[in-house]
């Protein structure tokens, strides 16, 4: 049963790679591609992973593979997060197709955040205040 649900899990995660190349090789923009790449690879390598925990019958590598799927869990979105910024802040266009552009107008390019940001930190006590010696 264990190998079953193994090569079951696997056939999921291979699908999913196959999507995410599919993706990366289709989509238009930087955007789209790295939004495909993102999700569909890592739920590929989560599935595959959860197949080693499915098969094999070791605590070290079911723990192992866990952390590991946490840690992608954790990792990825914030990684693809901060590619785009980076990708919007120097001007990589968006594709012609892309009805909405939430950033146009609110983007800082001086201080590389949201226009307004600064004083939305003071007003919520985020920022760092100035010290004053006694």
């Not at 946490?70 to 693809?80: D, E, H, K, N």
Request: net charge positive.
């Amino acid at each position: 049963m264990r190998e079953v649900l193994g090569l079951l899990c696997i056939l999921i995660g291979a699908a999913f790679m196959l999507i995410s190349a599919i993706g990366v090789v289709r989509l238009p923009d930087l955007y789209l591609r790295m939004s495909a790449s993102t999700k569909s690879s890592t739920l590929g390598v989560i599935f595959i992973l959860l197949a080693a925990v499915a098969f094999f019958d070791d605590l070290s590598i079911s723990s192992r593979a866990i952390a590991t799927i946490i840690f992608l869990l954790l990792t990825a979105p914030v990684a693809a997060h901060r590619i785009g910024r980076a990708a919007y802040f120097n001007g990589v266009p968006l594709w012609e197709g892309t009805r909405y552009n939430d950033l146009r107008g609110k983007y800082n390019q001086k201080t590389h955040g949201l226009a307004g940001e600064k004083d939305a930190k003071f007003e919520s006590g985020l920022a760092d205040t100035p010290k004053i010696a006694p």
